[in-house]
DNA sequence: TTGAAAGCGCTACCAG
DNA sequence: CTGGTAGCGCTTTCAA
């Protein structure tokens, strides 16, 4: 139905090479045969080669797929993920490369596949979870990828661009335990897999499966432990999400006790601009007495409207690096292997403990 | 180098299609043979299938073109955009469809490219321009498309959801009519290519190229017509970009002025937004003396906190139903026609002008 | 239930 | 500068 190349020789009485030239190797033939060629490819409606098959022939497909482990969707919903994406798509866009955005379905065996056939030619993963089944899959696969969490156990020829997740969580917490801070809540997404939305017991941040989440609670036990507060004393809560809603749902009983804790540490700004929304919900005279501190994490463009005290995480960046560590693979396996600075940046969110 | 089909049919003694239908039609050959295939695989180190020669073969990707006629990058920049987008990827993800994001090169020939050389089922195109000539190679390679704006001079069956540009833009300007103003401002972004931030003449709002600009000017221009306010009395600016910044910039200068316009109506939150900000950066003397009303346009999420008056489009929902539009042609093309609604969100940017 | 044959549409090599 | 040849890796009738 629709012309192909062949199509375009035959009217113009050349062969398929010819054609095919004319298109991707202009040097190749006179101006003058070219022009005509083209000219009779627009007559028969020709599109250009079919990018299919040119790929397939190529053995180069000129799109890198981007993974998010959580739901596609609600990679549009976190500010910080968008930035993020926003760094890929700008590196991408420079190599003249697309970005395959694949959906990852909820059963295993269909995500193992949905990753098996991604016409790409490497992948940026956004590490949210447990992602090794996909890194297995791409590594057989024999395709690159760049993910942006160190992987335990991997060779030094893994690249990453990464924090240290454990370090930028303790500054917040040391910066709350200075201001006094003993009685405090740590808050996470998905603490435990299937822990309900609320506190939550734990003997050690180390059960934590999420590496990310794991990195940040250690990094806040850090800050309090060298002040004498024991992980026992503090209130581990989990969040049904990451998002505001499951932030303000989290903490919302915790907030009705006669002696809530009066600094609550968030692993992400979203959640923690969900604790500020429970903070604001309480009656003046509840707010009055029990004043809490808040500190987030990533400094998404809302955190600073909100006053809120942060680690931030330069996210499109992480993006860009990550996508250009991708696509330029650095001769020096070291230089793929990058870590970020983060900065812990006051706002109005935390006070000193009313003594 | 990597194993292909052919090995793994050579390693356990059987024919390709014996493997293929491994993979693809599993009631096709006895669970242990198939078993017994997957297993030297596995062993081999074989991937499944290479998605290229099975596209190709089977002449179908599995996957969606999302084009924006602007930088790829600057999409995530815009919450509209960014909003638009989830929607996509909702419905992308229930189809199982992955989405190409396709960065457009600045030079026509290197864009046109770009999407002749996608490698998609269809296409999703975000209007904000131009893309005309988009929807020409889409169509000569014989692929579907659905846009966010209704094109003029196509078929009945061009499948679209859009809003009535006009009638919504309408909408605000009546409002901040009915509040009295007479001394006005339109806002919009790049109304004439390549006019500089700032204020601009023009006869009619039909020179304006970009049709959703166009739309929404003369939706302006309409309320205010109704009222006595002639075209020539408006202050028409264009602003360099769609940015916060550049929403500033273009008003700054007439916000300086003796007699200041009572009120500024934007074509989007983003440059709205960008007009608080100047309004807010003036001093407390002259924001006394000339309060300034503001519209928007889209109502994004950050209006709701800025207290703009807006038109309300449902962001999401476009993305959502054009993707479905694509994915699932419905089957009375004056189905695929879908214009959404609108609403006036009134907040405090808008107040009655001073008697 | 399995296998052989026939390409999908293109590009790269190499000889003319 | 041009054209023939030989696949890229897979799926799909169709016949056995």
């Given at each position: ?5 062949q199509?375009?020789?035959?009217a113009?009485?050349v062969?398929r090479?010819t054609?095919s030239?004319?298109?991707?190797r202009?040097d190749?033939?006179s101006p003058?045969?070219?022009?005509q060629?083209l ?8 599109a ?6 040119r ?14 482990t959580s739901q596609?969707?609600?990679a ?13 798509s700008?590196?991408?866009?420079r190599h003249?490369t697309?970005?395959?955005l ?12 949905a990753?098996?056939n991604?016409a ?10 447990d992602?090794?089944?996909?890194l ?6 024999g ?6 969490a160190?992987r ?7 690249r990453?661009?990464a924090?240290?997740?454990r ?5 917040a ?11 405090v809540?740590f808050?996470?997404?998905g603490?435990l897999?299937d822990a ?9 941040a180390?059960e ?9 609670l ?7 432990a ?7 004393a ?5 969040a ?17 006790d006669d ?5 609550v540490?968030a ?5 923690a601009?969900?604790v ?22 990533d400094?998404i ?11 931030r995480q ?10 250009e ?9 070291a ?8 900065e812990?940046?006051?706002r ?6 009313r003594?």
């Amino acid at each position: 139905m629709k012309p192909t190349l062949q199509a375009v020789a035959d009217a113009v009485g050349v062969s398929r090479s010819t054609v095919s030239n004319a298109y991707s190797r202009p040097d190749q033939l006179s101006p003058a045969l070219r022009t005509q060629i083209l000219a009779a490819a627009r007559e028969l409606g020709y599109a250009g080669p079919n990018p299919t098959a040119r790929s397939l022939r190529r053995g180069f497909v000129g799109a890198i797929g981007v993974l998010f482990t959580s739901q596609l969707s609600y990679a549009f919903t976190d500010p910080f993920a968008v930035r993020f994406l926003a760094g890929v798509s700008r590196a991408a866009e420079r190599h003249g490369t697309s970005l395959l955005l694949v959906p990852l379905p909820d059963d295993p065996a269909g995500a193992r596949q949905a990753v098996e056939n991604a016409a790409v030619d490497g992948f940026c993963v956004y590490c949210a979870g447990d992602e090794s089944w996909a890194l297995d899959v791409i590594g057989d696969r024999g395709l690159p990828y760049v993910t942006t969490a160190a992987r335990i156990g991997a060779g030094t020829d893994h690249r990453y661009v990464a924090i240290d997740e454990r370090a930028a969580a303790r500054s917040a917490a040391e910066h709350v335990a200075a201001l006094g801070h003993r009685r405090v809540a740590f808050l996470g997404d998905g603490v435990l897999p299937d822990a309900p939305s609320g506190p939550l017991r734990l003997s050690t941040a180390d059960e934590v499966p999420h590496p990310t989440t794991r990195g940040r609670l250690a990094g806040f036990q850090d800050a309090f432990a060298a002040v004498g507060v024991d992980w026992s004393a503090v209130t581990l809560l989990t969040a049904a999400g990451n998002s505001r809603a499951a932030g303000a749902d989290a903490v919302r009983d915790l907030l009705a006790d006669d002696a809530p804790p009066t600094a609550v540490l968030a692993c992400s700004d979203v959640l923690a601009l969900g604790v500020l929304d429970a903070l604001a919900a309480r009656d003046r005279r509840t707010a009055e007495r029990h004043p809490v501190s808040v500190t987030g994490f990533d400094d998404i463009p809302e955190a600073a409207e909100a006053g809120l005290t942060t680690v931030r995480q330069p996210a499109e960046e992480k993006g860009r690096i990550a996508t250009e560590l991708l696509l330029e693979p650095p001769a020096d396996p070291a230089a793929g292997q990058v870590l970020l600075d983060t900065e812990l940046i006051v706002r109005t969110s935390t006070r000193p403990v009313r003594s």
